[in-house]
């Protein structure tokens, strides 16, 4: 993986698919790169989101239908 390399992620959106307990996120990855998404309540305490990791390139997409009745979640994607 490169340091001049991009990474961005595309449409971060609440309710898809008409789900208002869900959360997508978008990115388009790159060949040979791992990604893994991790969520905490609190930006201190990660955790690896079930069914969050990703390989290679082309558009992927991570949904969490598992949200809590909780007032924030933050999320990020690791490179590894």
């Not at 996120?25 to 201190?44: C, N, P």
Request: glycine share 8%.
């Amino acid at each position: 993986h490169s340091g001049s390399s991009a990474f961005r992620v595309s449409g971060p959106a609440l309710a898809p698919e008409g789900d208002p307990a869900a959360f997508t996120l978008r990115w388009e990855g790159s060949i040979v790169v791992t990604y893994q998404v991790q969520y905490s309540e609190d930006l201190r305490t990660w955790t690896d989101a079930v069914d969050g990791l990703r390989t290679g390139a082309g558009i992927h997409t991570y949904i969490d239908t598992s949200m809590p009745d909780q007032s924030k979640r933050y999320y990020r994607i690791l490179i590894r």
